[in-house]
């Protein structure tokens, strides 16, 4: 309890933050902080996320500090983050989004009401007051609108109960407000897309942050897009599962007949990361070169493997010489080999990949 100017005790207020690791969210819990809040925040996995796999294995992306950028913001501001797994109810979100898609497959709307519609569940049941985001009033075209901001609360279910302190002073005064739970004089009246007074803001209270944009989700990148479509269109159905949009964020895509496709390992780690899959695929790589690991997905026979073997091979290192052993396992075990001739460089259609 604290106690008021008048040393009557009060309840301790508290606060659940949607903490994505961006700048939004990291400021809007740090807001609660200083004004007395008890915070705790929330992380939804839903398996779209970039960074979080891309960093472990990509090489690229291993040169950076910070590999969760959620539990970074957590521990500079001292508060219990549970991160909690929502990969299966997500899916309905995805595939049946009520009000559409941004500019690729983000379910951006929808997405933000499900996520403080589970912050909901979650208040309720740690007895906890309100929800907080880092949403700011027009900063994403779809899902951070003056028109959009209520249908995400009504439809969330947390109504009043959810506070935008970065522009809530242009915004209607919510129940912590009214209630004195929070003083809206402290609150800000940020809008628009440019984030100079967030990182000021950021700069002046000495916390660190791997990026402004929290979030980093795959649905937003038109690449990923493009190969989830594919994905859909040739299974003949909406669907998918972890493992799916696992795979769609690693090597090469590339489809060179309609039944099937090839993943290809672009550098070491995305190979280890590839191996995990071939008791499930067929997969081929060189027998006396270095070279990539490739899986294949769909149905693949004769003329077919050597294709893929030859395409495969053009992204070996010994890809200038006239041909290349392939080794050609099918799961269960049993291996082939294949000398083929690298797939020429200048005769590899770019609508192949994906």
Not at 188 to 214: C, D, F, H, T
Not at 297 to 321: I, K, M, P, V, Y
Not at 337 to 342: D, E, F, G, L
């Amino acid at each position: 309890m604290v106690m008021d100017s008048g040393t009557r005790p009060q309840v301790q207020r508290k606060a659940v933050v949607l903490l994505s690791g961006g700048l939004d969210s990291l400021l809007a819990a740090r807001m609660m902080l200083d004004q007395g809040i008890h915070v705790e925040g929330l992380n939804f996995f839903t398996g779209f996320c970039v960074e979080g796999h891309t960093h472990a294995v990509r090489k690229d992306r291993q040169r950076r500090a910070v590999r969760n950028s959620a539990l970074h913001a957590a521990e500079q501001l001292g508060i219990r983050l549970h991160i909690i797994d929502v990969i299966d109810a997500y899916k309905d979100v995805v595939l049946n989004p009520r009000h559409g898609y941004g500019a690729h497959l983000n379910p951006c709307i929808d997405c933000k009401a499900f996520m403080v519609g589970k912050a909901r569940e979650w208040m309720e049941a740690h007895g906890f007051d309100f929800i907080v985001t880092g949403e700011v009033l027009g900063q994403r075209p779809k899902s951070q609108r003056r028109d959009t901001f209520p249908i995400i609360a009504r439809e969330s279910g947390a109504f009043d109960r959810l506070l935008r302190p970065l522009s809530a002073r242009l915004l209607a005064p919510t129940l912590p407000e009214r209630e004195g739970w929070v003083d809206r004089e402290r609150l800000l009246n940020l809008s628009g897309r440019n984030r100079k007074p967030q990182i000021g803001m950021a700069q002046a209270g000495g916390l660190a942050y791997a990026q402004p944009a929290g979030g980093c989700c795959f649905l937003t990148d038109p690449n990923y897009a493009r190969k989830l479509r594919d994905l859909w269109s040739t299974r003949g159905e909406r669907r998918y599962d972890f493992d799916d949009i696992m795979l769609l964020k690693i090597g090469r895509h590339i489809r060179p007949r309609p039944h099937f496709k090839l993943i290809i390992g672009r550098e070491e780690g995305e190979n280890h990361f590839l191996e995990g899959y071939r008791h499930r695929f067929v997969h081929l790589f060189a027998a006396d070169a270095n070279g990539p690991l490739a899986l294949v997905q769909g149905e693949a026979h004769g003329e077919d493997l050597t294709l893929a073997a030859a395409l495969t091979a053009r992204f070996c290192q010994q890809r200038n010489a006239g041909s290349v052993r392939m080794t050609i396992v099918r799961p269960g075990g049993f291996a082939e080999q294949r000398i083929v001739t690298p797939w020429p460089v200048d005769q590899l259609p770019r609508e192949w990949y994906l």
